[in-house]
């Protein structure tokens, strides 16, 4: 994962100490009902929501826009807020011992223009699933949680 200027100066103060962050999660859906999942580079701990983390001085809104383009390559239209979660499920440990507690936007969009293609960098697998699909997914912990609460999975 791509760690910002910011987040890395913070790091070399507090070492691998659980840090809260804002963070976005893109929904995205296509005209079939079908969900987009990423796979992240080096991770596998499962199918994800595409997102990542708010830059300083940026909205939330503008980090889904980014995140989207960054990690997928494509243009989103107007994102719709759906919720703003946090807790348990929103905490990461990541591989090198850094640990993060996300407070994540989610928000439901569309593709505008583009096709979605990983970047290798953060997202190195992509696809699209059904919500029938969704149900026996690799989802990963926090996804789970996430797709649970707005509604796209069942309990």
């Not at 691998?16 to 701990?45: F, K």
């Not at 989207?68 to 499920?89: H, K, N, T, Y």
Request: charged content about 20%.
């Amino acid at each position: 994962m791509a760690i910002s200027p910011h987040l890395a100066r913070l790091r070399a103060v507090i070492g691998h100490e659980l840090i809260q962050l804002p963070s976005v999660a893109v929904i995205v859906v296509d005209d079939d009902g079908r969900l987009l999942l990423v796979r992240h580079t080096g991770n596998q701990n499962g199918w994800a929501v595409p997102g990542g983390a708010v830059d300083i001085g940026e909205s939330a809104a503008e980090a889904a826009v980014r995140e989207m383009r960054e990690e997928i390559g494509v243009q989103i239209g107007q994102p719709r807020l759906l919720d703003v979660l946090g807790g348990a499920d929103y905490e990461v440990t990541y591989a090198n011992g850094d640990r993060v507690a996300y407070v994540p936007a989610v928000y439901e969009a569309g593709i505008v223009d583009g096709a979605p293609v990983p970047d290798q960098e953060e997202v190195s697998e992509l696809d699209w699933f059904t919500p029938l699909q969704l149900q026996s997914a690799d989802l990963n912990r926090f996804s789970r949680a996430l797709l649970r609460a707005t509604g796209h999975l069942a309990s």
